[in-house]
C-alpha cells in the first residue's frame, strides 16, 4: 500500500484565525463562553471546546445578556448583531475575511439597486449571514435546475455571488447557466470561492488519478469536505469522508492499493496523522507527501482582541 498525503489540506487561514480567536477568548474571559453556530463545521473541534465550557447556540436569545458570544467563521447577518446589541452583549467576530468579503459585496450590489442571485446550499450558516444583508433582493439557487426556473422583469439589474466553500466546477457551471440566460449579469470583481477551498480542490483532481481510495477527513456539514469526497466520486475513485481514525473500516481497502488523503479546511492535523498511522500499522503503507501549491496565507486576530491582548 502507499498513502499520497495531498498538500495542501486541513486548517485554512479562516480557519486557524477562528480557532485562536476562540482559544483566547476563554483564556481572557473564562467560560461559559457563548458561540453562535458552530465556530467551524468540525464536529472533534466542536466536541473539544465544548469540554470546555463552551457553549454553541443556534439563537442569539440563548446567551444570558451582558454575555460574550462569538460569531463563527460562516459570518451572521446584520439582524443577528443588532440583537446582540439590544442585549448588550459582548461580540466578538470570527469571520472569515474571505466571508466578509461577499457581504461586502451583497451590500453594493443591492445598494445600486441589482437583484442578487447567490449560489450556495439552502441552510448553510454562511448563506444565511449573506443573505441575511440584503433578504429583499437576494434569490438562492443551487444548480442549474434553479436557475432554469428564474424570471425577472426585462429590465431587471441582476448581479451573482457564490458561497465561498463551493466546488470550483459546479459553480461554474451554475454561473454559466446564468449568463446564458441573463447575458448582462455581472459579478465581483474577484472569485468569491476562496482560495483554501480550490487549492485543496487542485490538490485532489491532480492526484485522484493516481489513487484506487480517496480519504477525506472532515464533517459531513462541512460543505468544503463534501465538494472534497465528491470531486474523488467523480473521478470513478471510492471516496470516504470521515471525521476521525475510529470510522475507518479496514474492508475498505485492499493490502496494494494507493490511498490519496486529504482534509477539508476545518479538519485537524493530528486526525489526518492518525488515520496514516492506522494504514501504516493495518498494511504496511509507505508515505508520499505531494505538495501541489505552497500557501502563506494568515489573517489576524479581531481587533476587539488584539486590543485586548496588547494591554
Known amino acids: 500500500m502507499k498513502i499520497l498525503l495531498a498538500n495542501p489540506r486541513g486548517f485554512c487561514a479562516g480557519v486557524n484565525m477562528a480557532i485562536e480567536t476562540l482559544e483566547t477568548s476563554l483564556s481572557l474571559f473564562g467560560s461559559p463562553l457563548y458561540v453562535y453556530h458552530e465556530i467551524v463545521h468540525n464536529r ?37 448583531r443588532e440583537h446582540s446589541k439590544e442585549r448588550n452583549l459582548r461580540a466578538i467576530d470570527a469571520t472569515c475575511p474571505l466571508v466578509t468579503k461577499v457581504h461586502m459585496e451583497a451590500v453594493k450590489f443591492a445598494k ?16 444565511l449571514g449573506t443573505m441575511g444583508e440584503a433578504p429583499h433582493c437576494m434569490v438562492l439557487v443551487e444548480d442549474e435546475l434553479d436557475v432554469a426556473k428564474l ?29 446564458r440566460r441573463f447575458p448582462h449579469i455581472v459579478g465581483p470583481n474577484k472569485d468569491d470561492i476562496c482560495y483554501a477551498t480550490q487549492n485543496r480542490q487542485e490538490a485532489v483532481r491532480e492526484l485522484v488519478p493516481e489513487a484506487d481510495v480517496v480519504l477525506v477527513l472532515g464533517s459531513q456539514n462541512s460543505s468544503n469536505s463534501q465538494r472534497l469526497a465528491e470531486i474523488a466520486r467523480t473521478c470513478g475513485k471510492r471516496a470516504y469522508l470521515i ?50 501549491r505552497e500557501e502563506h496565507v494568515s489573517f489576524p486576530l479581531p481587533r476587539e482582541l488584539r486590543v485586548l491582548v496588547r494591554n
Do not use: M
Open 44 to 80: 472533534p473541534i466542536v466536541e473539544r471546546f465544548r469540554a470546555k465550557g463552551v457553549v454553541f447556540v443556534d439563537d442569539i436569545s440563548e446567551v444570558p445578556n451582558g454575555g460574550t458570544v462569538l460569531y463563527s467563521a460562516h459570518g451572521v447577518s446584520p439582524r443577528i
Open 112 to 127: 445600486e439597486g441589482y437583484t442578487i442571485i447567490l449560489i450556495g446550499h439552502e441552510g448553510h450558516d454562511e448563506v
Open 151 to 179: 424570471e425577472f422583469p426585462a429590465d431587471t439589474k441582476l448581479a451573482f455571488l457564490t458561497q465561498t466553500t463551493l466546488s470550483v466546477d459546479e459553480a461554474n457551471v451554475v454561473i454559466a447557466a446564468l449568463k
Open 243 to 292: 471525521d476521525r481514525v475510529t470510522e475507518l473500516d479496514a474492508a475498505w481497502f485492499e493490502p496494494d492499493d494507493t490511498v490519496l488523503v486529504t482534509a477539508g479546511a476545518s479538519a485537524p492535523e493530528d486526525h489526518v496523522q492518525d488515520c496514516v498511522d492506522y494504514l501504516k500499522e493495518k498494511f504496511g503503507a509507505t508515505l508520499e507527501n505531494r505538495v501541489i
